[in-house]
């Protein structure tokens, strides 16, 4: 079937008004947060997972690839389409279904936007805990998709520890559930393996995740230091006296001061680097974690370290960290980020390492990350009209990453593989060992209609597809 | 079933994949590790994955039925095997793989018991969050194989939540990964998750990385008891409301309480609260959690008493070696009916029950074992797992020999799927085969 008989299904499907197929619609969709482009045949809203469910089967027979797209913000093109591809996006998916606070779990559609959920449910005393710098418009389907982070899954954890059901659409169509409201599930914790699968082996049409209560007590610290080395060694220090800070972030001297221009949070224009580190709990605990904190920075040189006073002063500095994408836009027409990640005992080291690239390949490079579990992201600048300097970034990006491998680190700590780090998967993974994963994949979209070519390398790919397939039916038709 | 013939055989060309010494022939070693009555044809003990993927290769080609075992301590679940063709050890696996303090990270080989390694990082005022029964007998394999920890679940989470990367030789011999070293880490797919509760149906778990805690340096447990259970859960509620973040949040029943204790005088329901931090933290607790406690625990008593819950498993089936013991996975909500329904179901058997549990993550190790001789225990496990309410799971963990009907199972997860992923790793049903049926 040609991509306008299905574009006919889909308005059948989600309505007349529910698709999107004029090149100056589909342009807005061609692109996520990373640098890759690729422009879809058609986009189409579903209102419900029936909706998704057919759209599966439009899709599968006709044999045109899929991929669902939250808010379009993933950094390593996993929401990209396959060019004539389809894009199923989810923004009229966009309820809270349930809140239920005795259970402290809530059920939504994956285009609730993470933020509103922790607003939603903040007259509660609760909020859900995965908080990615885009939170405010990334989408909890692509939070699932990804298996993303934030600045404060250093003690809660990312996605995957706050989901405990999905409501899944298979590739054939077929509407499934894992897991549920209770904390984990007897059987194969299929949940869990589809949080980060990154749209390879279905598609979440609800979503179950727990809620947090709000701590009694928050304090936030800023400590600023001479130099990068300065900060990095006071990461280890402060879980060597015992403490799990809530969060514990980084920025070089570069990025708080581009950052500092753009949105003024009150970080000292001279400092070599400051951490911004959270501590939260019972009140007790944290008035002893704060002062301890302190000690550990000024024994580890920090040449001050100040405490958010109230809300406001807090507000402001996690203000600067999360602006720190957007400052930079004002001052390079383009930027890269990565998203690698090393033991936490390496960071120094991984940090010259990265001021080496810069000079190497002749690039500005900034840090602003997540220092306390080690996952890094260089914020590469650079102008896209420039090709020679594209090619010098993608180098030089490929240089930090094989680094990051060398020192028992992985290529991506919560944006995922994607396309665009796709290639990279064999340096971190054996031929056997993608050939499981392969397997596993072909079990449910053994015909590569949903979101084909990412996350698992392409030339292996073109093989003939190795290992059963979940659905007999569509195996026999060959589609 | 393998003839002594064809065991005889098999023997030989295992030699030559794992060294002439490391696969076992005697006799009463073997019926020493029988399995509901079945005998292992032989036992093998390889020194690393290569060695694994041989062996399985080489059940794949013969149909050999392939039962890995770490300490063997949970081997008295699913249905009794048709035959245990080869019985495979981990012990040998048992190298640090990679450890660094600073790193807060740990990976070891799958047959490193888990006292080893607990006591390794504890040296450097480290936690290792799993706290299993038997851990001197536990291994990390086993761990991940089974899923079942203690009550340090309640604060740190499962082992989904801690364990950040996995080795393993799948069913059909390949060796496979999962995750990695390092505490954040999205590549590939999640094949910790895949393989935690696995029950070694899917892959051989050959090693696997965890991330460590600072662990408490100091810490206290306060005790409230209650008359009836539904007390109980109404203050496990009081406690989660406030602002409190105990490390262990447990319900003791009463006949749970007499068989820790080794007694027979069932008395009160408990809930266990462990709290960790300094004076003034602790005399915080004590103020919030108010007149209920009616005993504080700290030092060895405080110790001996966790190692106690955490044992709890193996003193209950070892004081009744005829009991049922299931685990439940509840929405919190959930736990107090439950609870009611494994009384009356009990109760309406003709059996006893012990139950003690994560209350405040909705997890409860239940025993059941008869009371008088018109005991029905397989009915009663079927009609609590028909009574359980939607999204609740329930897994039978330990059964006596004559009870193979009980080994009834619920889960909200789709079945089909979990067949195709075992269909994809294990093909030709190569491990333990016939026990666990999906």
């Known amino acids: ?479 | 079933m393998s003839t002594a013939g064809t065991a005889v055989r098999f023997a030989r060309e295992l030699r030559d994949i794992c060294g002439a010494g490391h696969v076992v022939e005697d006799a009463a070693r073997l019926e020493g590790a029988r399995i509901f009555g079945v005998i292992p044809a032989l036992a093998v003990e390889p020194a690393s994955s290569e060695e694994i993927a041989a062996i399985l290769r080489f059940a794949n080609e013969h149909g050999l039925n392939v039962v890995p075992t770490g300490g063997f301590t949970w081997q008295q679940t699913g249905s009794a095997p048709e035959s245990v063709d080869v019985l495979l050890y981990t012990s040998r696996l048992a190298e640090v793989e990679h450890y660094d303090p600073g790193d807060l990270t740990v990976g070891v080989g799958a047959g490193c018991t888990v006292a080893q390694l607990a006591s390794m990082v504890r040296r450097d005022g480290l936690l290792y969050a799993a706290d299993p029964q038997l851990p001197e007998r536990t291994t990390v394999g086993g761990l991940l194989a089974t899923g079942v920890t203690g009550p340090l679940r309640h604060a740190y989470g499962g082992l989904r939540d801690y364990c950040i990367g996995i080795r393993f030789v799948t069913g059909d011999g390949r060796r496979g990964k999962g995750g990695g070293r390092v505490v954040k880490n999205v590549a590939g797919y999640d094949m910790m998750k895949l393989l935690i509760g696995s029950w070694g149906t899917l892959a051989i778990i050959t090693g696997a990385s965890f991330k460590l805690f600072p662990a408490p340096r100091q810490t206290k447990t306060f005790i409230a008891g209650f008359a009836t259970s539904a007390e109980a859960i109404s203050y496990r509620n009081l406690v989660l409301r406030s602002p409190l973040s105990p490390i262990c949040l447990e319900l003791v029943s009463p006949e749970a309480a007499a068989a820790l204790s080794g007694s027979n005088a069932a008395g009160a329901w408990s809930l266990h609260v462990r709290a960790t931090g300094s004076d003034a933290v602790l005399a915080r607790y004590r103020s919030e959690l108010g007149s209920a406690i009616s005993q504080e625990l700290e030092g060895t008593a405080e110790d001996e008493r966790w190692r106690a819950v955490a044992d709890f498993p193996h003193t209950v089936s070892q004081q009744h070696p005829d009991c049922l013991l299931v685990a439940l996975w509840l929405a919190l909500a959930d736990v107090q009916p439950v609870l009611e329904d494994l009384q009356s179901v009990a109760a309406g058997n003709q059996l006893a029950v012990a139950a003690v549990g994560r209350v405040g993550v909705g997890h409860l190790l239940a025993a059941l074992w008869p009371a008088s001789p018109r005991a029905e225990l397989v009915a009663a496990a079927s009609a609590l797992c028909e009574r359980l309410p939607a999204d609740s799971s329930m897994a039978v963990l330990r059964r006596p020999g004559d009870a193979a009907r009980a080994c009834v199972r619920r889960t909200p997860t789709d079945v089909d799927s979990m067949r195709a992923v075992k269909q994809a790793l294990d093909p030709k049903d190569i491990l333990n085969r016939g026990r666990f049926s999906l």
């Open chain 1, 1 to 479: 079937m040609s991509l306008p008989a299905v574009i006919s299904d889909l308005r059948r499907i989600a309505g007349h008004d529910a698709v999107l197929d004029r090149p100056e619609d589909l342009m807005l969709y061609e692109y996520d947060g990373g640098v890759r482009k690729s422009t879809p045949g058609a986009v189409v809203f579903p209102q419900t997972a029936q909706h998704v469910s057919r759209i599966m089967r439009a899709a599968s027979a006709a044999r045109i690839p899929v991929v669902a797209r939250g808010a379009g913000t993933g950094l390593s093109g996993g929401a990209i389409s396959q060019a004539g591809g389809i894009v199923i996006a989810f923004s009229r998916m966009n309820r809270i279904l349930e809140v239920d606070v005795e259970n402290l779990r809530a059920v939504v559609q994956p285009g609730v936007v993470n933020l509103q959920l922790s607003e939603y449910v903040s007259h509660l005393g609760l909020y859900f805990a995965p908080d990615p710098s885009s939170q405010k418009a990334c989408t909890i389907g692509g939070n699932v998709a990804e298996n993303s982070g934030g600045p404060h899954t250093l003690l809660h954890g990312v996605t995957v520890n706050h989901v405990t059901g999905v409501e899944v659409v298979l590739p054939n169509g077929e509407i499934v559930h894992f897991g549920g409201k209770a904390a984990e599930s007897a059987g194969y914790d299929l949940t869990g393996f589809f949080v980060g699968s990154e749209g390879t082996i279905g598609i979440a049409t609800a979503i179950t995740v727990r809620l947090l209560r709000k701590p009694e007590q928050v304090a936030t610290l800023l400590g600023i230091f001479e130099s990068v080395d300065d900060a990095a060694r006071t990461v280890s220090a402060i879980t060597s006296v015992g403490i799990t800070p809530a969060a514990l972030e980084m920025l070089d001297g570069w990025t708080l001061r581009t950052i500092e221009a753009f949105c003024h949070a009150g970080y000292p224009l001279d400092a070599g680097a400051v951490l911004l580190i959270e501590v939260e709990g019972l009140r007790e605990a944290v008035e002893e974690q704060a002062i301890a904190v302190r000690e550990v920075c000024l024994a580890q040189k920090a040449r001050d370290v100040r405490r958010a006073r109230n809300e406001e002063e807090r507000a402001l500095l996690w203000k600067g960290r999360k602006m720190a994408f957007a400052a930079l836009g004002r001052v390079s027409p383009s930027y890269y980020t990565q998203d690698g990640v090393v033991p936490r005992s390496k960071i120094p080291a991984v940090l010259q390492h990265i001021g080496d690239v810069g000079r190497k390949y002749d690039l500005v490079i900034g840090n602003v990350f997540h220092a306390g579990d080690g996952n890094l992201h260089p914020l590469i600048l650079f102008d896209m009209r420039d090709a020679g300097q594209f090619q010098r970034v993608l180098a030089a990006s490929e240089d930090i990453l094989q680094y990051c491998i060398n020192v028992g680190g992985s290529i991506t700590g919560e944006h995922g593989v994607g396309m665009e780090k796709r290639d990279m998967m064999p340096h971190l993974f054996s031929d056997e060992e993608l050939d499981v994963m392969i397997g596993l994949r072909n079990v449910f979209n053994g015909n590569q209609i949903l979101n084909p070519e990412k996350m698992l390398p392409v030339p292996r790919m073109c093989r003939e597809i190795s290992g059963p397939s979940r659905n007999a039916v569509l195996a026999q038709e060959g589609m």
